[in-house]
């Protein structure tokens, strides 16, 4: 088991930066792939961006390229998404999600064994 806590939400107007953070406990961190998805309401949840084991490899969403930024540190255990430039189309829930070995489609959200509960991210215009 893998147990996933994210942090670091909340509300920001249009152009403002937030980090999440995700911490992670129960396996060997550096065994899982790590990624960020997110959910509006009345929408289905979409893969935002994620990271490779070693973190070497990064992956995002178009329209979030170049705005936010995935990173690791395996000796922490965490993951975080810095997240610039903010929209709000941007606003969802965003959770973290952990994909043992990652070897299949990072993007995919089914790829993905352990999820945590979500954090609320509220951009205003």
């Known amino acids: 088991q893998v147990q996933l806590i994210e942090s670091g939400g909340g509300l920001v107007q249009a152009g403002g930066s937030l980090r999440l953070s995700c911490a992670a406990s129960g396996r060997t961190f550096s065994n899982y792939a790590m990624g960020w998805f997110r959910q509006s309401p009345g929408k289905e949840r979409e893969f935002v961006a994620a990271?490779?084991?070693?973190?070497?490899?990064?992956y995002y969403l178009d329209s979030v390229k170049g705005r936010f930024t995935v990173s690791r540190d395996n000796a922490k255990n965490t993951v975080a998404l810095q997240m610039n430039s903010l929209k709000p189309e941007d606003t969802a829930v965003y959770f973290c999600?952990?994909?043992?070995w990652g070897g299949g489609s990072i993007r995919q959200q089914s790829d993905y064994e352990y999820w945590g509960q979500g954090t609320q991210v509220t951009v205003s215009s």
């Open positions: 999600a952990a994909d043992l």
């Open positions: 990271i490779s084991r070693s973190g070497l490899n990064k």
